[in-house]
């Protein structure tokens, strides 16, 4: 699916949307690859060179995904000097969701006080934040919501065998959001692109616990409440998802990868943004990464780069950026925008 960001369906929308407040928090404790070498059988080296990953953040036992979430959330409304009353619509997108139900959007229009807000989660997997920008940007757009809050947040930690080195040595925790509201049509939000293939949604999962396979004695003792992943099959589909998905969305807005500043993919594995960077004939350096630091945090994982680099002072107005995202289903999705906002101060 790819759509125009002023459009939907065809049909002209009476404005655009854009991202006026942005910010992120991960959660302080540091957890490093040499501290996982006294956990499971692995090396700094092995988990360096496969994944580019040196540590991850890791909430604290009373931290869920909500409480990650809602500091994330704090930071974007100040972002955009807005009050959560002024919020109508909250979209969490997170595959490590506090409960099954109620959602963790509801949790989180609670504890901010967004009285007036809808919420609602959105499932994606790892594509689930620029899923969800493209709900805002429909909303928005259309004239149905005027500032939409969109969160990815995360806390893999909790979800993770932390037994089975080929899964634990790659994810981490933290939260990303932004605030999507109108501007005039041909700023902000471009295109987007949206994919599934749920065909293949048994290289990725999480089994036990929902209504194929409910809580049991059994489901826990065959693991089935941790991450599972094919790791090989998974990479392989990253490295075309990626570059495809980001053609698709710039042939969408008329553009080529010329016209592109920055590039924010989804991290995963740095040796998957190498793949796409060559595949697409791009220098990496156009690719903001930071998975060095907080390995792949899922849906948390474009947004917190996104405001990494924007407290850096990376994004200007005028840059045209991608967003780039792929992940369990399997989905993928991306989205071509033109950055409209100021440099955010950085947090103290
Ligand atoms: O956001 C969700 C999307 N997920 C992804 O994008 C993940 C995509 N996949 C990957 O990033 C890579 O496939 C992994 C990083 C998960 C694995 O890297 P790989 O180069 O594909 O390794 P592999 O699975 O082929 O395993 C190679 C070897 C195996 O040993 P043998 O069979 O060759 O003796 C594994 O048992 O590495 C072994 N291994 C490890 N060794 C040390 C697997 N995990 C580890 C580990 N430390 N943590």
Request: with cysteine.
């Amino acid at each position: 699916m790819t759509t125009s960001g002023a459009q939907g369906a065809g049909r002209p929308a009476p404005r655009g949307a854009t991202i006026t407040g942005i910010g992120h928090y991960t959660p302080p404790r540091v957890v490093t690859n040499h501290q996982l070498e006294a956990a499971v059988e692995t090396s700094d080296e092995w988990i360096v060179t496969r994944t580019g990953i040196r540590e991850r953040r890791i909430a604290s036992d009373d931290q869920a995904t909500s409480d990650l979430a809602i500091e994330a959330a704090r930071a974007a409304l100040a972002d955009a000097g807005l009050t959560p009353d002024d919020l109508d619509l909250i979209i969490v997108g997170t595959a490590s969701p506090d409960m099954i139900f109620p959602s963790t959007a509801c949790w989180v229009q609670d504890r901010l006080g967004a009285r007036r807000a809808g919420a609602f989660d959105l499932m994606a997997a790892c594509s689930s934040f620029v899923y969800g920008l493209a709900q805002a940007n429909a909303y928005v757009g259309s004239g149905m919501a005027d500032r939409v809050l969109v969160i990815g947040a995360e806390t893999l930690s909790k979800i993770t065998n932390w037994k089975d080195r080929s899964t634990c040595v790659l994810f981490g925790d933290g939260a990303g959001a932004v605030v999507v509201q109108p501007c005039p049509p041909g700023e902000g939000f471009l295109s987007f692109h949206l994919g599934a293939d749920g065909s293949r949604g048994d290289l990725l999962n999480l089994r036990g616990g929902g209504s194929r396979h409910p809580a049991s004695y059994e489901t826990i003792e065959r693991d089935m409440h941790y991450i599972y992943q094919n790791g090989r099959e998974v990479f392989k589909f990253a490295v075309r998802a990626i570059p495809d998905a980001i053609e698709a969305v710039l042939r969408q807005a008329n553009l080529t990868g010329e016209a592109v500043r920055w590039y924010v993919p989804h991290q995963a594995n740095i040796r998957i943004i190498e793949a796409a960077a060559k595949r697409l004939g791009e220098p990496l350096e156009k690719f903001i990464i930071n998975i060095d630091r907080y390995g792949n945090t899922s849906s948390a994982s474009v947004p917190v780069a996104l405001s990494e680099a924007m407290e850096a002072g990376r994004e200007q107005p005028g840059d045209v950026l991608v967003l780039v995202a792929f992940g369990g289903g399997l989905t993928w999705a991306s989205c071509a925008l033109r950055w409209t906002k100021a440099r955010s101060a950085p947090r103290p």
